[in-house]
């Protein structure tokens, strides 16, 4: 009964700190959704190459009450896109679209900018720069290009 008791105490505190953990995360985890970045502001960038030194990115919308992801970025033609992959099931991209203002942190930088949903891009074309910095896309380079992606051309923040 005592080891009970002992099981039951550590269940529940464990329960406690990660529900507090939650009520005060900040920048996001892997796939765990996260609320305001963390990190010193910058001026938008005039060039976002330097976005192929890093993986994956973070970024942020709703700017009442923020909400931030971790995602991929990579450049096509000289503007920095994100995709989200089923777009449609994903809460950030429906905010975005909303609300245009994110913020996005780069590594330990943040920058203030806007997102713009685009549809009028060929898949193909755009695929083949992200391929260019993640292998596993170039590996899929000749299959159809999934489904329900939503794709944002970043850009400076109006306003």
């Keep these: 009964m005592k080891i009970l008791r002992v099981i039951g105490s550590v269940v529940g505190l464990v329960v406690v700190v990660a529900g507090l953990a939650w009520l005060f995360r900040g920048d996001p985890m892997g796939p765990v ?13 005039a ?6 030194e890093h993986f994956t990115i973070a970024v942020e919308s709703r700017p009442e009450d923020p909400h931030s992801v ?9 503007e920095l ?13 429906h905010y975005v679209v909303e609300d245009p203002r ?6 330990d930088r943040v920058y203030p900018a806007s997102a713009v949903r685009v549809t009028d891009l060929e898949p193909r074309a755009v695929l083949a720069s992200a391929a260019k910095k993640y292998e596993r896309m170039a590996e899929r380079m000749d299959e159809d290009p999934p489904g329900d ?11």
Excluded: M, N
């Design 33 to 45: 959704a996260g609320r305001q970045l963390s990190g010193a502001e910058f001026a938008y960038p």
């Design 47 to 52: 060039d976002w190459g330097f976005t192929d």
């Design 70 to 78: 971790t995602t991929i970025c990579f450049v096509h033609e000289g």
């Design 81 to 93: 896109y994100v995709p989200a992959q089923s777009g449609t099931e994903k809460k950030w991209t």
């Design 102 to 107: 994110v913020r996005l942190k780069v590594g």
């Design 149 to 159: 992606i939503w794709l944002f051309r970043i850009g400076p923040r109006k306003g």
